[in-house]
């Protein structure tokens, strides 16, 4: 069974860290393009952050996040991270990691439209 799953969410104060994990079962993780997307309460999903497949291994940030948050891969846990650092309330949000349609493209993009297969997510929230 084609299956992400997310971990690493949690509830910390305004300035702390926290590290999601997206874990991969039945395909190979590292043979895909990734992407990190959020959905805060009322809000619509946004794109996050984004690592191409291992071939080429571009990776992108949206502009609110650069410098705090920094995406990898391990591939022999064929998992992808999201560090997180510097946490601010407004990064409040259900995280979710994402695999796109096919492998080796190599387009590290947040747009939605590039995956296909979706994690269940899991809650950040900071909040002192």
């Known amino acids: 069974q084609l299956q992400l799953v997310e971990s690493g969410g949690g509830t910390v104060q305004p300035g702390g860290s926290l590290r999601l994990s997206c874990a991969a079962s039945?395909?190979?993780?590292?043979?895909?393009?990734i992407g990190w997307f959020r959905q805060a309460p009322g809000k619509e999903r946004e794109g996050v952050s984004c690592i191409s497949y291992s071939g080429s291994s571009m990776t992108s940030y949206v502009d609110s996040v650069k410098g705090r948050f920094t995406i990898s891969r391990d591939n022999a846990k064929n998992t992808v991270y999201l560090q997180m650092n510097s946490l601010k309330p407004e990064d409040t949000a259900v995280y979710y990691c994402?695999?796109?349609?096919?492998?080796?493209?190599?387009?590290?993009?947040?747009?939605?439209?590039?995956?296909?297969?979706w994690g269940q997510g899991t809650q950040v929230t900071i909040s002192s």
């Open positions: 039945g395909f190979t993780l590292n043979n895909y393009d």
């Open positions: 994402a695999r796109s349609w096919q492998p080796y493209r190599g387009l590290c993009t947040v747009t939605e439209g590039h995956y296909s297969l």
